[in-house]
């Protein structure tokens, strides 16, 4: 009798589980497929020096992975790029790279003095163009419709500084050290997304200054804050002002803009780095035009900012 009781007793247990099992089972329903967000690459190698400025430019592109849809999966953009200012308008050029016959297209160009964002119909012409490199020529092309890929540019000092670890300049006169302290506007700490992947509570956002050139062109440099805090962007202020030939850096204090250095001139000071101009910059920026200078207008703010 026992044994009976407990068969019956595993049936029904049996029974119950089915009964469950049919309960939790769900039918599984097909879908689209996840969309694939961009995520971007490394930077590229920096391009080769150009002294007038004392600058170089880099590159990222979009492809770490590529997004499955341009259009809803293209890679967020971070840095400000040049754009375009016509009339009371300002015209924002996309970031999309294509190809033409000739080769890779330029993004943003000009031509006939007139300013083209992407790849657009040139003049009389009937199908999209754009300018393209050939050697050290610039050709008009036909420009492919697809996008190949996108980009990001970035503008930094050129290498080559020379380094003083530990040591600062003396005896030379009070006007030739423009000081630039962890309290002046360009000077204090404020959140770059080139220097902190992670914004705090405690840090505002860099304001950003744009600064237009003659054809309407309109540059951002990311590089123009949180100068006593970042001994490259501390560089870069020195690198497009051509009166400035070295630097004194002490991080979370001062970035020191000098336009006399002398080797003779050194003495110890704990927590100072003091950086020399490399000499291809200072001998070309001597000659430099101040008419038409690409940084003039950012170097008054840089100035203006001081202290």
């Known amino acids: 009798m026992t044994l009976l009781v407990f068969r019956l007793a595993l049936l029904d247990d049996h029974i119950d589980n089915e009964a469950l099992w049919s309960s939790s089972y769900l039918q599984l329903e097909s879908c689209e497929p996840r969309r694939q967000m961009g995520e971007w690459c490394e930077w590229g190698a920096w ?45 924002t050029h996309t970031r999309f790279v294509r190809d033409s016959a000739a080769g890779r297209c330029i993004i943003p160009f000009f031509w006939e003095g007139r300013y083209y964002g992407d790849c657009e119909k040139i003049g009389i012409s009937t199908t999209p163009q754009c300018l393209a490199t050939v050697g050290k020529k610039r050709v ?69 200054k744009y600064y237009f050139s ?18 490259e962007n501390c560089k870069f202020a020195c690198a497009i002002d051509p009166k400035c030939v070295a630097v004194e850096f002490s991080e979370g204090f001062f970035c020191n803009l000098l336009t006399i250095f002398g080797k003779d001139k050194l003495t110890r000071q704990v927590g100072t780095t003091t950086l020399t101009k490399p000499n291809a910059c200072v001998r070309k920026q001597s000659t430099v035009d101040p008419v038409g200078y690409p940084y003039a207008l950012a170097l008054e703010d840089l100035h203006a900012g001081a202290a």
């Open 214 to 231: 003659e054809s309407g062109q309109r540059n951002v440099y990311s590089n123009l804050n949180n100068l006593a805090f970042s001994l």
């Open 140 to 208: 008009r092309e036909k420009c492919k419709p697809e996008i190949k890929s996108m980009e990001e540019r970035d503008v930094g000092p050129c290498d080559d500084w020379r380094l003083a670890q530990g040591w600062s300049q003396t005896g030379i006169p009070e006007p030739a050290r423009r000081i630039i302290s962890a309290y002046s506007d360009m000077g204090k700490q404020c959140y770059n997304p080139k220097l902190f992947y992670i914004q705090t509570g405690t840090l505002e956002p860099c304001p950003e």
């Open 47 to 91: 391009e080769p020096c150009e002294f007038s400025t004392c600058t170089r430019s880099r590159r990222r592109v979009c492809a770490c992975p590529t997004p499955a849809n341009w259009n809803s999966g293209a890679c967020a953009t971070v840095l400000p790029q040049d754009d375009i200012r016509v009339g009371d308008t300002l015209k």
